[in-house]
């Protein structure tokens, strides 16, 4: 395979940081006052001290929650190896007691070697998970719980979480729960008897601020200096992307980016995509790279959507647009016929179609989610006779009409009536 | 038994027991030495006084001349007699080629003992074997439980000239009266004015000698010669340097031949563990094996102490023989793991208890120890990893965990010995909600009533209709309450002034279903484990069979069930049966239920709420006063917190719900931030090095604030643009229509008011919808699926107040706060 050329390196070098969370997060961990720091204290003095201790992570999706986790415990099973066992558990998949405790002690008897059986019941993981807890701690071994989507545990009696928690009201027990949640309301959740055993350490995780992100932009995608690359293309590299950070029309993009989602979530995407947008050619990122991964990431689905429409499928939302404007109170297929042969004959538009072929549009409007039925009762009954009702408001129409290439004129008209 | 104390007090008188007082001294900090684990009284301090004759060492003697009859049959187990199928050879291989490395002839030597033992064995398999609790062997008493040295070769002749008493390492004179010290590095010991200069008291602390101090700074150091040209070592210097060995007696009984053997659970010196001598290891480190072997009585040589670090650091006068034992070491996996002190305490009761459990799971021991002797010769031949050949699953129970020994400690971790406590991290340890508080304040009068009532229930000899409901918010020590009563009542059924009872604890949050509750009292009561439904039929016959006249055999029955909400279902059956027992005349069934709610009786059916309403208990919530005395009884002796700080943390938890708990980890997440800010905290640390770092409230306040506050108001003002006007247009929405629930397409018409009127560019509906269910998984908003996008309902999750003082001095968007 021929060697690529050092443009298809620093581009898969930079996608391979933008995918790797671990390498984005790595410069939050240096200040004191970092959630990584903090974490970390947490954890590796509950380590130290054999203590249990029970913390949340909150925040927004997207800033890093997860990644700062994986960050302290990489670097606290390299301070302290053979002394944590970390075991995983996903509130998406493992919300129910008993199948959370079977996890728990499936992991623990992978981590430790046991033989795991499936058969056994919730009586015997329970017994299992408090023997092991006690036998880990006094091997000097703490156990650290992660679980994820911490908000869906909380669901009906807790009694995983109760017996998690109150396994852990032992002196000889060393245990650490985490819970990670984007609910900020998370321990609220939690029942009385439950709450009353989680210790409340929260730490919060936030979107970065403004000069975060410039360090994070530059951190992510100036090219390190000694390394396989050629040293005249990485200055070549570095300097054009400093220019471009010190452009104020990049600094306009930043803004529009983080105007709606400041995340570092939204950032990573961003970034994504205008480094596959980079020209392989001159192998520098350029402005335009970074505008037109704006467009692709700031999209406008329903507007999309009306534009891939037929004209039949606009006169149809335009019917339901004016009966919604009439204020009429049964509004299904069959009303919008009617309205729709009522335009036909007041304006002799050209495009009448039979009512099959309407059905047809009508159909096909549905699949698309722009109208969807009143309710769910009535599967029976055939569509035409369902009331439905319009997703899209007025505002969007107008503006999709609006950008309709070949958009009949007596729409518009329509529209600007009854507006 | 005439001759057993006579000896035991004249050893006894010999030592003169001593106390000193100690004056600080700074150990020494160029390297890592571990000191002595809580040592209030020193090892160093040695006080041998007098010299003790020596008891003639047993090894000369020819078994049948040692063959005292023992004399105290009294304390024997109550069946002396039974047959057990130990095969003896069982330990032996991994053993020799363990402790084997100096000399081959000592392997010639238990070769030949063990082929000869082992035969022997076989012989008398079948015969009975007399097991005793206590045996006189050469005038010295050796009981199961013992720890003692055990000859290594049977050819050792230096052995005779063994020295009890340890001489001086200078004058080579025994101490006689004069105050001897040990060096905590050699192990040596000076008399005080033999050093140079000479000691005037004991130091506290470490101390170690001129001579290892200087081998230390790298000269050569030669001790003095001793004046009759060899020196004689002490069994403690053999031991160490793997001469001897330690074992713990289990278990002792005469063969049907008459020769006495024990059981021995052998002790092994760090050196010679896998992973050698660690750096932090003391040097009367001994650790536990699981590793046994049965020994002649012949080869024992005298008595020694293994002692766990507690009474290690109380020990004072033991003389040279103390050894500290805190991990148990396990030959098979090579793992170290901490000997649990609770444990056993509670094999003991169980002891005590009946002698089957003992005999049988003495009886399975060779099956498991063939076992393991097998895999491990296995494992050498292939050197695999971890042997697959565990027949039984870690997790599936029945009667025990498979496979547990498996887990342990590669090595010690260092940050367990050689750590000094600072007084923020003994708080943080009382604080612990695990550890259990040495007394329980505020709670007499609960514990007093419970006693009573437990007291009552189980005197009277019919019992009925024993029902007690306790009642408290979480956290006022409901539970903790009543377990303590259940310890003070075992204490006095041990001292025999009320009758003995079985005590079976259930929590309700623990069992996989309501029904499930009959097989953990089935299975607690008799020890089988069966069905719900059959557990069920044979608790009804047992409850409630008047015509079998066994009254004086079924104990009285306290049954405590925690969280007892949970055990509602939908026709009640499960507590109606439950608190019906206690009414049948030969039940013998005492209930306790504890619940939060106060009215759960109320909500019952009334057949039910008759048989339970009737005796109740309340635990209110405790007041401030309570929740600081808790606090300040727990950090009795430790000075790390200021008074007022604990007095807010308190006051403001016993504003809000009364829970110990509470308070408790208020407490603590303040002194580790305080920890972390001394600890993390650069510009900090000189004032931690100097001073002490006391949790101001400051620490408290954060605490209380973590606790209590969701952190809404840090996310709102940290969020997008798009988002603050969001809430803005939320909060202005909710103030012009008065309705807190609005849609999405009405609120969007207002955001793109907003955006038009202020120069901000209007994202689009499809964006704004984006933002707005962002904000709802953050549950900052309440809102539909996006799939019903204009039609979606929105709804503020946190007062509107909190969203404008969040969002009204924004510096990104100033225009804001006119909308607000």
Known sequence: MARESPAEQAQVLVKSRICNPNFIFSIFSNPPDSNYSKLKYIISSSLTEACNNSVLLLGPRGCGKVAILELVLEDLLEEYPDMISVIKLNGLLHCDHNCALKEISRQLCQEHQLLFSKMASFDDNAQFMVSMLRECGLAHKTIIFVLDEFDLFAQGKQLFLYSLLDAMQSVTSQAVVIGISCRLDADQLLEKRVRSRFSHRKLLFLPPSREDTERLLEHILLLPTNSSFPHEYVTAFNVKLLKIFADYKFKEIVDTLSYSDSTVNHLQRFLFSTVSHMDLKSGLLSLENFKAALSTIQRQPKLEVLKDCSILELYILVCMKRLEAKEQELRNFNAIMKEYKSIHDTFQTSNYYARNVCLRAFEHLLQRELISFEDNRGHGQSAEFRPVKLLISRPELYQGLKSYPSCPAILHKLMDRDG | MADTPKTKKSKNLNRTPEQKQKQPTSPPDHLIVPSTPNSSLRRSIRLTATATPPPPSSLQKSPHSTAKPPRNYQNAPKSPSFTISISPTSPEPTESKKRRKNTENQDMDLEKKRILRSAKANAIKSKKRMYYKKVVFDGVEFSAGDDVYVKRREDASSDEED??????????????????????????????????????????????????????????????????????????????????????????????????????RWYIIPEETSSGRQPHNLRRELYQTNDFADVEMESIIRHCYVMNPKEFAKAGNEG????????????????????????????????????????????????????????????????????????????????????????????????????????????????????LPKSLPCRDKEMDEITAFIKGAICDDQCLGRCLYIHGVPG??????????????????????IQPYCFVEINGLKLASPENIYTVIYEALSGHRVGWKKALYSLNERFSNETKCRKEEIRPCILLIDELDLLVTRNQSVLYNILDWPNKPNSKLIVIGIANTMDLPEKLLPRISSRMGIQRLCFGPYNYLQLQEIILSRLRGIDAFEKQAIEFASRKVAAVSG????????????????????????????????????????????????????????????????????????????????????????????????????????????ILLKVGCKLGECRILLCEPAAKHKLQKLQ????????????KDSEELPWLAKYL
């Open chain 2, 796 to 807: 503020l999750n946190f007062p509107s107040d909190d969203v404008i003082f969040a969002l």
């Open chain 2, 659 to 766: 829970d110990a708990r509470r308070a408790l980890e208020i407490c603590r997440r303040a002194a580790e931030l305080a920890d972390y800010r001394c600890k993390r905290l650069p510009s900090l640390s000189n004032s931690a090095a100097t001073g002490k770092v006391l949790v101001g409230m400051a620490d408290v306040e954060v605490a209380i604030k973590e606790m209590f506050q969701a952190p809404h108001i840090q996310v709102i003002r940290s969020s997008s643009k798009l988002s603050k006007i969001f809430l803005a247009a939320m909060v202005h929405e909710l103030y012009k229509t008065g309705m807190g629930e609005t849609t999405f397409e009405k609120l969007a018409m207002t955001v793109s008011c907003f955006c038009t009127s202020n120069g901000e560019t209007f994202p689009g509906y499809d």
């Open chain 2, 163 to 264: 020295p009890e008493v340890e001489e001086c390492r200078v004058c080579f004179k025994p101490s006689g009266r004069r105050i001897m010290i040990e060096c905590d590095d050699c192990l040596n010991g000076f008399h005080l004015k033999c050093l140079r200069p000479p000691l005037k008291d004991v130091p506290e602390g470490d101390w170690i000698c001129n001579f290892c101090t200087a081998r230390k700074s790298g000269a050569m150091v030669k001790f003095p010669e001793p004046p009759n040209g060899k020196r004689l070592r002490t069994a403690r210097e053999k031991l160490l340097s793997s001469d001897l060995w330690a074992a713990h007696i289990e278990s002792l009984w005469k063969e049907a031949d008459g020769t006495y053997w024990f059981r021995a």
């Open chain 2, 476 to 497: 006022t020590g409901k539970t903790m309450s009543f377990l303590s009563v259940m310890r003070n009542l075992r204490s006095e059924v041990d001292a025999g002034s």
């Open chain 2, 320 to 435: 040279d023989d103390v050894f500290l034992c805190e991990y148990e070491y396990d030959i098979r996996w090579r793992s170290f793991k901490r000997i649990a002190e609770i444990d056993n305490n509670d094999e003991d009761g169980e002891e005590a208890d009946g002698d089957e459990d003992w005999n049988s799971c003495e009886g399975s021991d060779p099956d498991t120890e063939d076992n393991i002797e097998y895999e491990e010769e296995n494992k050498r031949s292939t050197l695999t990893g971890p042997s697959s050949a565990h027949p039984m699953a870690a997790n599936s129970r029945k009667g025990r965990i498979f496979g547990l020994q498996k887990i342990g400690a590669k090595k010690i971790p260092e940050h367990v010995r050689c750590h000094k406590q600072t007084a923020l991290e003994k708080a943080k340890a009382t604080l612990l909600l695990a550890t």
